[in-house]
């Protein structure tokens, strides 16, 4: 198996099980007993088994060859020799303690790049339409917010409208009084006629 499609293939097994902190270490310019290193924490017992059997049959699956398995019976360190390549699945503390980052990390092979670019690129897009949202809920907000003054300006010019036709009925009032008095005024000549013929009988 070609050592690229190899590396591919360990590392996807490794992350189906949840594995933590992968790195890669290209060897050759170290040693001539295999080309690339790994190195992959697991939080238990159980779960450092669990990663070396899925890099073994990942391994098989995809053709390659199983040289042997080491540390299985107690899960703290186990060794996957895959001939071209050497995966050591190790607990923290137990990574932490030997340090194979120091002796074999030289030269990192940095993989799944384009992954990380595209999650960030996903975030990103994510993060931009969020604001793009909020902001549409925002000039919603602006709207109803806006159209709720302008029922009060339409209440205080009905009220306007309302004082203006009551003041102009009330100038009508005085237009009776008037008309009273015209009428008391006519009155008068009545009273005067009535006197003077009065004054004639009595002649």
């Known amino acids: 198996m070609d050592i690229k499609k190899l590396q591919s293939t360990v590392i996807d097994a490794l992350e189906?099980?949840?594995a933590q902190d992968i790195r890669?270490?290209?060897?050759?310019?170290?040693?001539?007993?295999f080309d690339r290193l790994a190195i992959a924490s697991g939080t238990s017992n159980r779960?450092?088994?669990a990663l070396a059997a899925s890099v073994r049959d990942k391994v098989k699956e995809k053709g390659g060859h199983i040289v042997s398995i080491e540390g299985e019976d107690t899960?703290?360190?186990v060794l996957v020799d895959l001939g071209d390549m050497v995966v050591h699945i190790m607990q923290p503390a137990i990574r932490e303690y030997y340090r194979l980052e120091e002796i074999w990390g030289d030269k990192e092979v940095k993989f799944g790049a384009a992954k990380r670019i595209?999650?960030?690129?996903a975030s990103e897009d994510m993060a931009e339409e969020a604001p793009k949202k909020r902001s549409r809920h925002l000039v919603a907000s602006q709207t109803t917010v806006d159209d709720e003054p302008k029922k009060p300006a339409?209440?205080?010019?009905v009220k306007k409208t309302a004082a203006k036709t009551a003041s102009t009925r009330t100038p009508k009032a005085p237009t009776g009084k008037t008309v009273k008095v015209a009428a008391t005024k006519t009155a008068?000549?009545?009273k005067t006629a009535a006197k003077r013929s009065t004054k004639?009988?009595?002649e």
């Open 16 to 18: 189906d099980v949840k």
């Open 24 to 33: 890669v270490y290209d060897t050759i310019h170290l040693t001539s007993m």
């Open 47 to 49: 779960q450092t088994k």
């Open 75 to 77: 899960g703290e360190w």
């Open 118 to 121: 595209s999650k960030r690129t």
């Open 154 to 157: 339409r209440k205080t010019a």
């Open 188 to 190: 008068a000549p009545r």
């Open 200 to 202: 004639k009988a009595a």
